[in-house]
């Protein structure tokens, strides 16, 4: 098992305050009070203030709907696959692949983060983030 993220930008291994038991995702806090993902250095969305702060999300959210991809046109993506939209619970809305469990998925699902081992387009070991259902 390699410890390596496949995009250390948009998470990481250890989970946030709120949620110290799953990965959290690197996002940014303006002092407005806006909070999004991922972390963006030109500005808030909101009101446009550029002294805006990185921030660990919470790895937790509520899933708002999810798709079954058949087909992929990306070569090394290997289908099927689920997708979602999840919010989270610090409040950004996220779109990532999730862990499926061979049950369906449904809108209010609860989800959280969760680090599995892939593969990169150059074929090396690494660890991904993914969403998957709260036990």
Known sequence: MTSELLKPALYRSEGSARDPAHPALLGGACACGYLFFPMQHFGC?????????????????????????????????????????????????VRTILIDDEKPFHSGDVVVTALLDVNDAEGNSKRDLRFARAA
Not at 45 to 70: F, I, M, P, Y
């Open 45 to 93: 969305e909101r009101c446009g203030r550029t002294d805006v702060k990185e921030r660990a999300l919470t790895g937790r959210g509520r899933l708002l709907a999810s798709a079954r991809v058949h087909l992929h046109a990306g070569k090394h993506r290997q289908a099927p696959f689920t997708v979602g939209s999840i919010a989270l619970e610090d409040g950004p809305i």
